[in-house]
């Protein structure tokens, strides 16, 4: 089942917290590198938990992280690593925090050699989902498939965000560069 039609099935205390994801962030490029760090975080954060969680304590995380300002995460230590296992408020979970710090290093060298992040994720721009997995693997810690699967389907890169149906569909499809509009 798609997300925009799970959506219509969901339980009332969900539908909020999906809906506006689905409505205005779900397959939507990202431009901005720390809002595209923030979404690839909260993607591993969700490895093993629901999608809801995440989204309600989206706020949570970014007090926590520091608004996934990736030049501050890349500089946390071990005494904050240890403020966020202690915060309720956020996933506690001792390899998602060391990858979030170690994936913000690698973002930072990225941006180094590329420019951006984004001009990494472009410059490898079209890739099968398969070839994305991969790249992401040797490249960013804890990226698995469904993470890597999600956070490229999340930000356009790869198709299937929304069904042809969907009221968003074409909201999506307009807002995609125009070397991207094959990954409908």
């Known amino acids: 089942m798609s997300y925009c039609a799970a959506i219509d099935k969901m339980k009332e205390h969900e539908y909020a917290v999906h809906k506006e994801y689905h409505d205005k962030h ?3 490029p990202i431009n901005d590198d720390n809002e595209l760090f923030c979404r690839l975080m909260l993607e591993i954060n969700q490895a093993g938990l629901s ?33 966020l296992l ?38 490898h721009h079209p890739k099968t989902k398969e070839e994305w997995m991969k790249l992401f693997k040797n490249t960013f ?11 490229l389907v999340s930000t356009g890169y790869l198709g299937g965000a929304h069904i042809e149906s969907c009221a968003v569909y074409k909201k999506v499809l307009k807002t995609k560069p125009a070397w991207n509009k094959k990954s409908k």
């Not at 999608?51 to 995380?61: A, G, H, R, S």
């Not at 970014?62 to 500089?75: C, D, G, L, P, S």
């Not at 810690?141 to 956070?151: Q, S």
């Open 141 to 151: 810690r804890f990226t698995g498939g469904e993470i890597v699967n999600e956070f």
């Open 51 to 83: 999608w809801t969680t995440i989204l309600k304590k989206q706020e949570n995380f970014r007090k926590a992280f520091h608004n996934f300002e990736i030049k501050k995460v890349a500089t946390y230590k071990d005494k904050d690593v240890l403020r």
């Open 26 to 28: 779900y397959g939507f």
């Open 86 to 123: 202690n915060d309720a408020g956020i996933i506690r979970n001792r390899l998602k925090i060391n990858a979030a710090i170690e994936n913000a290093k690698t973002v930072l060298k990225l941006q180094k050699e590329f420019g951006s992040f984004k001009a990494w994720l472009d410059n």
